[in-house]
């Protein structure tokens, strides 16, 4: 019996990255008042969406040339991404910003390890794959696996101090091709690669988004840690484990630091606000 090639996944949260610049000429031209009143309707709009019931959303200030500030929403499906998408552009700030670059996703954990037991023990009790009995045993165990990881499939964004993003792939070329490695083998490497970032548990809290099909990269890193310096430090070991080091394609880093709501103005004028 040929089992399934494709490992269970359990998903959650839909996620949005916004990577804007500041018209910076522009806002500066505008009399300091005015520049106030904007600010302070901003930063009301986004005090009410990083405590929003149905997800939450974080403000960065962004280090280096590729973007000022980066907006992470979290909600519970495409279509409330996109609501904040709209009520942001309807904020009179808005027109002082450039959006450079966007990423869509889904909080996604892989279950490598369930998925070739889980395979395994249908086939014993005679179950095809594709069939109705196999869809709904794969079903029940997906369900206790929704529940029992709700916590992280629904996360709240870290009330760490740094964010690092990146967009990565699996190789899909003539000679290393992850696609076409055997189940086993790739939950071997899974195994060892999710080992590694285990080790920094204490310090980096990881967020894995899947984006087949959503965006132009195949899944979406988010890393937060209140020490910058541990992302090179995980980042670099990983890319000497197999997977990484044979299979992975890296996108753009970015970089940034948390910035609360309220501090949205103090932003706006230049000066990065103190971390209470």
């Keep these: 019996m040929n089992l399934p090639p494709v490992p269970m996944t359990v998903d959650g949260a839909a996620v949005l990255h916004q990577m804007l610049s500041i018209r910076w000429p522009e806002w500066r031209a505008l009399p300091e008042s005015r520049r106030a009143e904007i600010a302070a309707e901003a930063s009301a709009v986004l005090s009410e969406m990083e405590t929003a019931a149905d997800g939450q959303s974080g403000l960065f200030s962004m280090v280096g040339h590729k973007a000022d500030v980066m907006l992470v929403h979290f909600r519970s499906a495409i279509d409330r991404l996109n609501e904040a998408e709209l009520k942001l552009a309807s904020l009179a700030l808005w027109d002082y910003l450039e959006l450079k670059t966007s990423y869509v996703s889904i909080v996604e ?30 079903e029940e165990v997906m369900a206790g696996h929704r529940r029992a990881m ?78 910058p310096g541990v992302f090179k430090k995980l980042i670099y070991e990983m890319r000497f484990d197999e997977v990484s080091a044979v299979y992975a394609l890296f996108g753009t880093f970015f970089v940034g630091v948390r910035v609360k709501a309220a501090g949205l103005s103090e932003l706006l004028s230049g000066k990065l606000p103190v971390r209470e």
């Design 150 to 227: 709700a916590p992280r499939l629904f996360p709240e964004i870290p009330d760490r101090k740094y964010a690092c993003f990146y967009p990565m792939d699996r190789k899909r070329g003539e000679s290393k091709n992850w696609y076409q490695v055997p189940m086993a083998e790739r939950q071997r490497m899974m195994s060892e690669h999710g080992a590694i970032g285990r080790r920094y548990a204490d310090v980096v809290r990881q967020i894995i988004s899947g984006s087949i099909g959503l965006d132009d990269w195949e899944w979406g890193v988010d890393l937060f840690a209140d020490d």
């Design 109 to 138: 954990l892989g279950l490598y390890e369930s998925s070739a037991k889980t395979y395994a023990k249908l086939a014993g009790e005679g179950l095809e794959p594709g069939t109705p009995a196999w869809d709904a045993a794969i």
